[in-house]
């Protein structure tokens, strides 16, 4: 199975902010097709997960340009230009390049 | 607009049996796959099974292959997971997610408890 891992686990970030969180994948997520299967996923408080950016930088429909994705290799990176309370919750990142999907530990986002 | 609504979980004790379901809802359910994830309580997400469009293929984790069994009634837009031996470690939140190879889980449910404890 490939192996997701992130860093940092969790931050605080005062709003207005930028926040990153990194990604790395144990094994390419280059398909044949030359799509990257890394996506990005966040859980509100008492939320189901939700999509945010899918093959590394394609945001999902409805979320905020603010969100941005970007690779280099097998490591991979969430960018916020400027967090919002909103933000807050746990930040997944996932490969679907081959079952089963794996996901990384998660990044808790709090607000200073 | 995707609507998934879980449904069946409970408590349950070792070695018992839970099918939950899924009832879907603003897509045309025959058209794509279908996913189960989980959640145990304070943890992270973790895959647990799949099923193509047509219900013919089925795809599942290590953890459950072999007591865990993914389905569809495309005629009733339902997704079912039955699961049998159930070990305290199956305890967790179970959310169905709609899937494609183009968009992979792009719509989540609210997902349901099942809880395995005597």
């Known amino acids: 199975d490939i192996v997701m891992t992130q860093t940092p686990l969790s931050l605080s970030v005062t709003p207005g902010q930028p926040a990153s969180i990194s990604c790395k994948s144990s094994?390419?997520?280059?398909?044949?097709?030359?799509?990257?299967?890394l996506y990005w996923f966040v859980q509100k408080p008492g939320q189901s997960p939700q999509l945010l950016i899918y093959e590394v930088s394609t945001r999902f429909s409805g979320v905020p340009d603010r969100f941005s994705g970007t690779e280099s290799g097998t490591d991979f990176t969430l960018k916020i230009s400027r967090v919002e309370a909103e933000d807050v919750g746990v930040y997944y990142c996932m490969q679907s390049i081959q079952l089963p999907y794996t996901f990384g530990p998660g990044t808790k986002l709090e607000i200073k | 607009q995707v609507q998934l609504v879980e449904s069946g979980g409970g408590v349950v004790q070792p070695g018992g049996s839970l099918r939950l379901s899924c009832a879907a809802a603003g897509f045309t359910f025959s058209g794509y796959g279908m996913h189960w994830v989980r959640q145990a309580p304070g943890k992270g997400l973790e895959w647990v099974a799949a099923?193509?469009?047509?219900?013919?293929?089925?795809f599942y984790a290590d953890s459950v292959k072999g007591r865990f069994t993914i389905s569809r009634d495309n005629s009733k837009k339902t997704l079912f997971l039955q699961m049998s031996s159930l070990r305290p470690e199956d305890t967790a939140v179970y959310f169905c997610?709609?899937?494609?190879?183009?968009?992979?889980?792009?719509?989540w449910g609210q997902g349901t408890l099942v809880t395995v404890s005597s």
């Open positions: 997610a709609k899937g494609s190879r183009a968009v992979a889980l792009d719509y």
């Open positions: 099923t193509a469009y047509d219900g013919i293929k089925q």
């Open positions: 094994q390419s997520l280059l398909h044949s097709d030359g799509k990257t299967y």
